[in-house]
């Protein structure tokens, strides 16, 4: 069944995901080379677009930076989630038309190949304020194109999922080369506070959000584990909580071993996997059991309780933990079970 | 239901009630701060200057070249002894007109070209292969000749920038956004020029040129877009002031 799930390529709130976010794009740049051409009468076209383009992609980059904490701190936020691919893929093109129209106008037709020029027309390496800006750049729009252009599922499969994530964590790499592009280049060269303001709001805003978001998270696990917190109950079990305290369909994530766990309960069963989705990381203890199988809030990737394993034609897997019910407790074995034998589930009386 | 109680799963043509409520709005809050933002920020920019390039719009111009130290074209004003008018010369791009006019040093020409042009600052961005000899009429007295007069030594702060750019093909074109660009420009053979400001802000606009007055290009390029202080002497040639100066002697200020 997940089959035909998965593959859905494009449904309603997928369409209006797009348009949304198409219309976004359109209201920005209308509202900044409108405004431009109307306060400004001797602005160049040229100017305004490659301004209205580089803003726009910079500040679409906040609200894509954004999405990840704001859904740890609340699932309202998962329907930005689950399309973000979108936002990401929009924003390098933003970014490729503002680096494409600065590299005509700026180092086109010289003496000197403008890739080139990018790099040598501001020699200025060793200085801190004087310090090439465009360089910097042409970085993260190299960064950002490497992760639009893998960021599709057949990439995730084909480079392995370990590598995929690493690359994708080269967004944080990009920002932090833009808040640079921008902080020695527009910055230097504008009057109104008001950039500078909103450039350190910016980073203050997605490196407060993180940390908070990150903390919460930190106590989250920290409660999980209960009162009788990770406590020895024989034969390497830890004590979890009552069995009344997870709801049916829904999962108590706890952090055993180093790693988050998610014991699911599902019709009168139990059953531990781990609560890392093999598709993105996602948080598999928030999600549900949707017709019989643990099903991921980001994306909707599913997995049988029993086994860990995605139901065919999937192939992904989760690991599993052994769990029983010693009167009326939840009791877990945080030691992974290898891929060959899964736990099982156990029945909430108590018997196996 | 609660939101907290709702489970959303992106490929179901619909969202549970609440949380597609909250997305809405949150989308509607999204694109209301996005036209904010570019509003505030377009309003924000830094003031344009006042500069013009009459791009594809060329005309013809009728003059007497001069190629040291850069391209000019003197152009006689209407009436008897209004003087001179100089327009620098560039080609298309980051380039200097030297190919396009060097071998007619002293020569009346009539050329094409688009005007470029900031406050009273003129330059004629020459079409390539438009250049062709004329007979102009002799001169009918000397007050008509070309003028050149020096107004002694100053020491002036301010921006070396590209001319072409700084005129009107870019705007802006000066400060370190610009700085490449300028580089480029100036590389290619464009004439630098040092953008002056005194205390009150009022500005200057004078070519650079060495002791020699010679040409300075190449030698200039490490402080394009930065403050300089240079001292020199300033001439003024019809309605161009040069100002002269070795530039191992100008000063970057910090
Ligand atoms: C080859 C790559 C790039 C080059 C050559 C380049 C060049 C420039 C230049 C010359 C400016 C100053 C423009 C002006 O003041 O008029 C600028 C500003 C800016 N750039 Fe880039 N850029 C590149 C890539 C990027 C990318 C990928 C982004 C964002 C995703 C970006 C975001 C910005 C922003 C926000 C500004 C400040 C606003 C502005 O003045 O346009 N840039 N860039
Ligand atoms: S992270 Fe994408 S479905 Fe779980």
Not at chain 1, 213 to 220: V, W
Request: charged share 20%; net charge neutral; proline share 6%.
């Amino acid at each position: 069944m997940g089959l035909e799930y998965r593959a859905v390529g494009w449904n309603r709130q997928k369409k209006l995901y797009d348009l949304t976010l198409a219309a976004a794009v359109a209201v920005y740049l209308a509202a900044f080379v409108g405004v431009g051409l109307a306060l400004k009468p001797n602005a160049t076209a040229e100017t305004l677009l490659i301004r209205a383009f580089g803003t726009a992609a910079f500040a679409l980059l906040h609200v894509i930076l954004s999405i990840g904490p704001l859904c740890r701190l609340s699932p309202r936020f998962l329907p930005l989630l689950y399309n973000r691919r979108h936002l990401g893929v929009t924003m390098f093109f933003l970014g490729l038309a503002h680096a494409a129209l600065s590299i005509v106008q700026f180092h086109l037709f010289g003496d000197v190949n403008p890739l080139v020029s990018v790099f040598t027309s501001n020699a200025h390496y060793g200085d801190v304020a004087d310090f090439p800006f465009q360089p910097l750049g042409l970085a993260a729009l190299v960064v950002l194109f490497l992760m639009a252009a893998t960021s599709h599922d057949f990439w995730l499969h084909n480079l392995t999922a370990p590598t995929w994530k690493a690359l994708h964590m080269g967004v944080y790499v990009a920002y932090g080369l833009l808040v640079m592009h921008v902080a020695l280049g527009a910055l230097q060269a504008e009057r109104s506070p008001l950039y500078v303001v909103l450039v350190g709001a910016g980073l203050a805003w997605v490196l407060g959000l993180h940390l908070y978001a990150a903390g919460r998270e930190a106590a989250r696990d920290r409660a999980g584990v209960g009162p009788a917190a990770g406590e020895e109950v024989g034969d390497g079990f830890v004590d979890v909580c009552a069995v009344d305290e997870i709801p049916d369909a829904r999962a108590r994530v706890v952090c055993a071993a180093g790693e988050r766990v998610a014991i699911y309960r599902y019709g009168g069963r139990l059953a531990a996997v781990s609560s890392v989705c093999q598709h993105q990381n996602g948080p598999l203890g928030e999600g549900r059991v949707i017709d019989g199988c643990i099903t991921c809030p980001w994306h909707g990737y599913q997995y049988v309780p029993e086994t860990g394993e995605s139901p065919p034609p999937f192939t992904e897997r989760v690991p599993t933990f052994p769990v029983r019910v010693r009167d009326g407790r939840v009791q877990l074995d945080p030691r992974p079970r290898p891929a060959g034998r899964p736990a099982g589930s156990c029945s909430v009386k108590g018997a196996p | 239901m609660k939101p907290s109680d709702e489970f959303y799963v992106g490929y179901q043509p619909h969202a549970p009630a609440a949380t597609g409520r909250f997305a809405r709005n949150v989308a509607v809050a999204l694109l209301a701060l996005g036209a904010a933002a570019a509003a505030a920020l377009s309003a924000g920019q830094r003031a344009f200057a006042p500069a013009t390039f009459e791009f594809g719009a060329e005309r013809d111009f009728v003059g007497v070249v001069e190629v040291d130290p850069y391209p000019t074209l003197l152009v006689k004003r209407p009436g008897e002894g209004s003087g001179w008018s100089r327009y620098l010369l560039v080609a298309f791009g980051k380039h200097g007109a030297d190919e396009l006019v060097g071998d007619r040093a002293g020569q009346a020409v009539r050329l094409r070209g688009a005007l470029i042009h900031q406050d009273d600052r003129t330059m004629i961005e020459v079409a390539a292969g438009s250049v062709e000899p004329v007979v102009l009429e002799a001169l009918a007295n000397a007050a008509d000749l070309p003028g050149e007069e020096t107004l002694g030594v100053f020491t002036l702060r301010g921006e070396i920038v590209d001319s072409k750019c700084h005129l009107g093909v870019m705007n802006p074109g000066v400060r370190k956004t610009h700085r490449a660009c300028a580089t480029l420009c100036i590389q290619g053979g464009v004439p630098p020029i040092l953008l002056a400001r005194d205390a009150d802000g009022r500005e200057a606009r004078l070519l650079l040129v060495d002791a020699a007055g010679g040409a300075v290009n190449d030698r200039v390029l490490d402080l394009v877009a930065d403050q300089v202080e240079i001292t020199g002497e300033v001439r003024r040639l019809d309605d161009l002031l040069v100002l002269r100066a070795d530039p191992e002697t100008y000063r970057r200020l910090e």
